[in-house]
C-alpha cells in the first residue's frame, strides 16, 4: 500500500468512526485529511481532495475551527486562507472533551437540576424522581471525571492510560 492508498483509508475510517459518535462524517473527514496533511491546505485542495462542495468543506473547515481542531494560516503575499489541523493528540482529545460536555452533558445536567424538583406525592413521581437522582449523581460524578481529566498533565494522562491497556 502506498502513502495515497493508506490516506484515503484513514480519512475513510476516521469518517466512519466519528459517525458511530454522533458527529458528521465529512467533518470528520475533513479533519481526518487536514490531520494527515504534510503541510496546509487551502478549502480548494479540501474540496478537491474530499470531492465535496465549496460550501461543505468550507462549513466544516469552520466547525473544526470552532471545535478548537484546526486553525487558519495566512501567508504573506496571497489572498488564499491555508488550514492545518492540531496534531498533538492530547490537545485534540481535550477539545473533543470539552465540546461534547459543553455541547451535550452541560445541557442534560441543567435538565436534570430542573426535574429533580418534581414532588414526590405518588409512586409514579417517586419512581421518576428515583431514575431522575441516580441519572443526576451519574451525570455530575461524570463531569467532575472529565473536569479532572481535563486539568491533569498530558504525560500523566498518558502513563495511566498505557498502564490500563498493558494490564
Same mark, same amino acid.
Given at each position: 500500500?502506498?502513502?495515497?492508498? =493508506?490516506?484515503?483509508?484513514?480519512?475513510e475510517? !476516521? =469518517?466512519k468512526?466519528?459517525?458511530d !459518535? =454522533? @458527529?458528521?462524517?465529512?467533518?470528520?473527514q475533513v479533519? #481526518?485529511?487536514?490531520?494527515v496533511a504534510?503541510?496546509?491546505l487551502?478549502?480548494?485542495?479540501?474540496?478537491e481532495?474530499?470531492?465535496?462542495?465549496r460550501g $461543505?468543506a $468550507?462549513?466544516?473547515i469552520?466547525a473544526?475551527?470552532? !471545535?478548537g481542531? %484546526?486553525? *487558519?494560516?495566512l +501567508?504573506?503575499?496571497e489572498?488564499?486562507?491555508?488550514f492545518f #489541523?492540531e496534531?498533538?493528540m492530547?490537545?485534540v482529545?481535550?477539545? @473533543? @472533551? &470539552?465540546n +461534547?460536555? *459543553?455541547?451535550?452533558?452541560e445541557?442534560?445536567l *441543567?435538565?436534570?437540576?430542573?426535574?429533580?424538583g %418534581?414532588?414526590e406525592?405518588c409512586?409514579e413521581?417517586e419512581?421518576f424522581?428515583?431514575?431522575?437522582?441516580d &441519572?443526576r449523581k451519574f451525570?455530575h460524578?461524570? $463531569?467532575q /471525571?472529565l473536569?479532572?481529566?481535563?486539568? #491533569?498533565d498530558? $504525560?500523566w494522562f498518558?502513563g495511566m492510560l498505557?498502564? /490500563?491497556?498493558?494490564?
Amino acid at each position: 500500500m502506498d502513502v495515497h492508498e =493508506g490516506k484515503q483509508k484513514f480519512i475513510e475510517s !476516521w =469518517g466512519k468512526m466519528a459517525s458511530d !459518535w =454522533g @458527529i458528521n462524517r465529512t467533518m470528520a473527514q475533513v479533519h #481526518a485529511l487536514l490531520l494527515v496533511a504534510h503541510e496546509p491546505l487551502t478549502a480548494d485542495q479540501v474540496m478537491e481532495e474530499l470531492n465535496i462542495s465549496r460550501g $461543505n468543506a $468550507n462549513m466544516n473547515i469552520r466547525a473544526l475551527m470552532d !471545535w478548537g481542531l %484546526v486553525h *487558519k494560516q495566512l +501567508r504573506a503575499g496571497e489572498r488564499k486562507e491555508y488550514f492545518f #489541523a492540531e496534531k498533538d493528540m492530547w490537545t485534540v482529545v481535550r477539545q @473533543i @472533551i &470539552i465540546n +461534547r460536555k *459543553k455541547r451535550e452533558l452541560e445541557p442534560m445536567l *441543567k435538565v436534570l437540576d430542573e426535574v429533580v424538583g %418534581v414532588e414526590e406525592n405518588c409512586p409514579e413521581s417517586e419512581s421518576f424522581c428515583a431514575v431522575v437522582r441516580d &441519572i443526576r449523581k451519574f451525570s455530575h460524578k461524570a $463531569n467532575q /471525571t472529565l473536569d479532572t481529566l481535563l486539568k #491533569a498533565d498530558p $504525560n500523566w494522562f498518558t502513563g495511566m492510560l498505557l498502564n /490500563t491497556m498493558v494490564r
